[in-house]
């Protein structure tokens, strides 16, 4: 069993910086995919970018370049460094690790960023 738990967010002025994290109980966190998700009102949830164990990283095309996702294995814990913040990036965000393979899919409890001035 793999419980996330998600903090930080908040409100931030347009071009601001927030850092989101996520903790990992369980394990083999080492060896997990980490993904974070987003979900503005009124729209599908979406993915925003992943980090795999040994640390490489995609990342969507709205975030590239303003986003960073990195991982502490040591702490268990994968972060979400939010740069130029635009007000399109108001959401929920998300933590997620899932695999097919092992059958397992484990989500944070979410956390809200809003960007407004």
């Known amino acids: 069993q793999v419980q996330l738990m998600q903090s930080g967010g908040g409100l931030v002025q347009p071009g601001g910086s927030l850092r989101l994290s996520c903790a990992a109980s369980?394990?083999?966190?080492?060896?997990?995919?980490m993904t974070w998700y987003r979900q503005a009102p009124g729209k599908q949830r979406e993915l925003v970018g992943g980090?795999?164990?040994?640390?490489?990283?995609h990342y969507e095309d709205s975030v590239k370049g303003r986003f960073t996702i990195s991982r502490d294995n040591a702490k268990n814990t994968v972060y979400l460094q939010m740069n130029s913040l635009k007000p399109e990036d108001t959401a929920v965000y998300y933590c997620?690790?899932?695999?097919?393979?092992?059958?397992?899919?484990?989500w944070g409890q979410g956390s809200q960023v809003t960007v407004s001035s």
């Open positions: 369980g394990r083999g966190f080492t060896l997990r995919a």
């Open positions: 980090i795999l164990g040994e640390g490489i990283t």
């Open positions: 997620r690790t899932s695999s097919l393979s092992e059958n397992y899919d484990y």
